[in-house]
């Protein structure tokens, strides 16, 4: 195609990416043009739709949960090296009245213990990855067995409970429901069924063996029988945050104070996703969040993402939106299906709804002050299929949500929530044994 006459590109003569034959393409000519020109952008080029948040009248929540978790792999010096994974995920509560007497930047020691003591709980659990062999059998078998007893086996089965919660919808009291459906671990035929509402294990009917309701996750699918990747432990951790942030809210909507569930913020690290196989229970878990605002007793969950294409992003239109100062009230964007497509991933995809299968939280920007600005994910119950949805509307307690977070972030780290912090020290890294202790664990096993 010719180029259109009289029509010269910034920097065309002199550009450094000139001698390209490709040039000669108008398309790339205006992406090079805008490239080299690198001008400061004016204005928002995704027209983000921001509004000031009012606080009038909006009472902020009361109570807090984070939960957040971590996992590391250690290899041994055998050859062929044995493999494991260690995974921790961490739940506690702080009171914001007692959180907001601390100094974010420094806390003081004493008074953090005081905010923790008898409010938090972890869960650990360690996962063979390769060649560590048991007397009980494969790998495979091993993982199975070791993701039911750890659910099981900790906080008295408070978490396996939740997650016998979630898979036959037992805030229902008159529900019936079976698991979702999930594909048997030794044939690897469709258990399209699901297992008897409320049964901890069944029988394939394909292959007569055992199958339990912890295999219903699909840990399996990732795995082969001799070895499992890194990815089984991720897929552990993201799990096991789920179901106890899940134990929290489980155990505040079954309490006589009928307003406490809903008095609270629940707050998860990374979005409210669950991709692949994991997405079968994210219509479950939409599930109650209708039932629990239809009941108008509304749960107010949010995921916090610290990384990805919406952290980035937010990032490059922050500077943009209000507020400019210091003191000036927040001011908040909710996108919109069509707008996520179109801005932020860019890509016309419309043979699927977005986010129908995988996430149970939808996209919101705060910014709080000019320094301050996260990426939240917050749940609307079912999915709404306009792609013009969600409006703030439509998110559960955005206004609510929004009120009570300024008083929650942290000035250690940019856009950090102080819960979510605190929650992150007791998962992280540097509570294992270090990584050393862990390998000569591992070595000293007899082969
Ligand atoms: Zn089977």
Not at 70 to 82: G, T, Y
Not at 331 to 345: D, K
Not at 414 to 442: C, D, H, K, T
Request: net charge negative; aromatic share 8%.
């Amino acid at each position: 195609m010719p180029y259109a006459s009289g029509v010269r590109l910034p920097g065309e003569s002199a550009s450094k990416l000139g001698h390209l034959a490709v040039i000669q393409s108008d398309w790339v000519r205006a992406l090079v043009g805008e490239f080299e020109a690198a001008k400061a952008v004016e204005q928002d080029p995704s027209n983000t739709l921001w509004e000031i948040f009012s606080a009038d009248g909006v009472t902020p929540l009361r109570n807090v949960w984070a939960v957040d978790g971590s996992f590391v792999s250690i290899q041994s010096e055998h050859n062929p090296p044995r493999e494991v994974a260690f995974v921790k995920t961490a739940l506690l509560t702080v009171d914001r009245m007692r959180l907001e007497a601390i100094d974010k930047n420094h806390p003081h020691p004493l008074l953090l213990q005081d905010v923790l003591t008898g409010s938090a709980v972890f869960h650990a659990t360690v996962f063979p990855l390769k060649n560590v062999r048991t007397a009980l059998g494969t790998n495979y078998d091993a993982v199975r067995h070791i993701v039911r007893d750890s659910m099981k086996i900790d906080e008295g089965g408070a978490f396996y409970e939740t997650l016998k919660w979630i898979a036959y919808r037992k805030w229902d009291k008159t529900s019936k429901s079976t698991s979702p459906g999930f594909q048997c671990p030794h044939c690897h035929k469709d258990i399209v069924q699901g297992l008897p509402h409320d049964a901890d294990e069944g029988t394939c009917q394909n292959c007569a063996k055992t199958v339990f309701l912890t295999d219903m996750i699909g840990f399996h699918l990732d795995m082969d029988e001799e070895s499992a990747p890194d990815s089984v432990a991720s897929a552990y951790m993201l799990i096991m945050e789920t179901l106890m942030l899940f134990t929290a809210i489980r155990v505040l909507w079954g309490h006589t104070d009928k307003s406490l569930v809903t008095e609270t913020l629940f707050i998860k690290d990374g979005p409210l996703t669950l991709r692949s196989q994991y997405s079968k229970l994210v219509p479950n878990i939409r599930g109650f969040l209708q039932h629990a605002k239809d009941a108008s007793r509304p749960v107010h969950v949010i995921g916090q993402e610290k990384s990805g294409a919406f952290f980035d992003h937010l990032a490059s239109i922050v500077r943009f939106a209000q507020p400019h100062g210091r003191g000036q009230p927040p001011s908040f964007a909710v996108l919109s299906h069509e707008f996520v497509r179109r801005e932020v991933h860019r890509s016309p995809d419309l043979a699927n709804p977005y986010g129908k299968r995988t996430n149970w939280g939808e996209k919101v920007y705060l910014k709080v002050d000019p320094g301050t600005y996260m990426v939240l994910n917050v749940p609307t119950g079912d999915y709404l299929d306009d792609v013009s949805m969600p409006g703030k509307d439509q998110l559960i307690g955005l206004q609510r949500i929004i009120a009570t977070l300024p008083s929650l972030v942290s000035h250690k780290f940019e856009g950090a929530l102080f819960p979510v912090e605190l929650a992150n020290g007791i998962a992280s890294m540097s509570s294992y044994p270090s990584a050393s202790i862990l390998q000569r664990f591992i070595n000293a096993q007899t082969p």
